[in-house]
Every structure is written in C-alpha cells, then in structure tokens.
C-alpha cells in the first residue's frame, strides 16, 4: 500500500506544480497584454503620417463617445474604439461630443480629435467674441515709447557751471 500512496502524492505534487506554472504563463501573459494596452494610451501613434487625408463624420445629438468610436475605426481614423474611449476617458477633453460635421485628418493623434469633437461651449463662445472683436491691421505700428530722461536739476548744472568757469578764470588769469 505505501508504494500506492507515494504515487498518488507524487502525482498530485506533479499536478499542482503544473498547474502553477500554466497559471504561472497566463499571468505573465496577461500582464504584458495589460501593459501594452496602458501604453498605447499615452502613446498612441496616427494613423498615418502628415499630411494624411482629411475625413468627414457627421456626429448627431444622441451620438455618445461609443458610437462616435466605432464611426472613427471604420473609417480608419483609429486602431481601436475602445481603446479611443480609454483616451477620452483619461484626457482633459472628458465630457459630452457635440454634434455636428467634423474634418478629421488620418494624421491626427486622439488628442487633437478630442480638441475637435468635444470643444466645450466656452470655448466656442470665446472663439465666436474673438472673431467678433475687431482686430488692429498688423501694419499700424503702435506709438512710440517716449524714452525715459534723465533728471538733472537746475542747481546741479549751475554749480558744475561755475566751477568749471572758475576752473577757467583762474587758471586763464595767472599766465
């Protein structure tokens, strides 16, 4: 019997030790695709190199980020929709797309599409008072700056005065 019994505990010793290692490579495996995923949010390269080939996409009211995701992988604007949500997630630019026609380019980063597609209304009310604001022609030279005089007080240049004319006197007088 105890031969019996030290096979069936060799065996099961066998068996978990495999089993830690294939949990062992899964893991290891999953980490490096967790890894590469969290990269390729901050690094993400365009699509292609400038100047690309500018692309339209209608976005309407009831587009959110998902929808608007799918639309920019079909087109070929990005690699991965859920990887563009990611993105939008982690940005500066989180919040809600407006709708309307937008000019994307292929050689745009995530980034640069976020600054497109989800420009807050107050930038849009900024932009919309600048281009409203009349602007001065760029060849109208603004006023010269005076330049600054020095102080020089009366009492100061009529003292200097007469010591330097006594300096004159007097030396003049003795030849």
Known sequence: MKGKQFAYSFLGTVIRIV???ILAIVLYKIGGKAYEFGFRIFTEKPMSEPPGR???ITVSKSDGIKEVAKVLEEKGLIRDA???R???KVSMYDGDIHPG???LNTSMTA???FAVLLKS???EEEEAADAATPKAPADIAPPPEEPEEEEVTETDTSEDLQDATA???EGGGEE
Do not use: H, S, Y
């Open 19 to 21: 089993i830690l290692v």
């Open 54 to 56: 500018d692309i339209q």
């Open 82 to 84: 859920k990887l563009f």
């Open 86 to 88: 990611i993105q939008e």
């Open 101 to 103: 026609i937008f000019t």
């Open 111 to 113: 980034e640069e599409m």
């Open 121 to 123: 209304d107050d930038e």
């Open 167 to 169: 300096g004159e006197t």
